[in-house]
Nanobody
Framework: QVQLVESGGDSVQSGGSLRLSCVASRSTFNTYCMAWFRQVPGKEREGVAAVSTVGLTSYAESVEGRFTISRHNGTTLSLQMDSLKPEDTAMYYC????????????????????WGRGTQVTVSA
């Protein structure tokens, strides 16, 4: 029902910055909860940042203060990543789910049913 396409991944030095974007095929504003997840091969998908239908945000402790999630219009979600560390290296995925979800659950991957194909972020020491 909604397709998601990520972009912006790159290879950067430790301490650098990147801005990821996720473009949806239809408006998600006020109707979908959206989030960024990341995954390293062989490990479970980790919730990074999420935004609810009413604009409340939630961040993983590991990225709080360094990453910022935001919606720019009805179809675009971004993740500003600053002070990047090698441990941030992963495939980053955009995710969405229709309707209300408790904010406390928005960093759990099983809450989402729409996913992008990912964009790779590599941070070198």
């Amino acid at each position: 029902q909604v397709q998601l396409v990520e972009s912006g991944g790159d290879s950067v030095q430790s301490g650098g910055s990147l801005r990821l974007s996720c473009v949806a095929s239809r408006s998600t504003f006020n109707t979908y909860c959206m989030a960024w997840f990341r995954q390293v091969p062989g490990k479970e998908r980790e919730g990074v940042a999420a935004v609810s239908t009413v604009g409340l945000t939630s961040y993983a402790e590991s990225v709080e203060g360094r990453f910022t999630i935001s919606r720019h219009n009805g179809t675009t979600l971004s993740l500003q990543m600053d002070s990047l560390k090698p441990e941030d290296t992963a495939m980053y995925y955009c995710a969405a789910v229709f309707g209300y979800k408790p904010l406390q659950q928005l960093l759990s991957s099983h809450q989402y049913n729409y996913w992008g194909r990912g964009t790779q972020v590599t941070v070198s020491a």
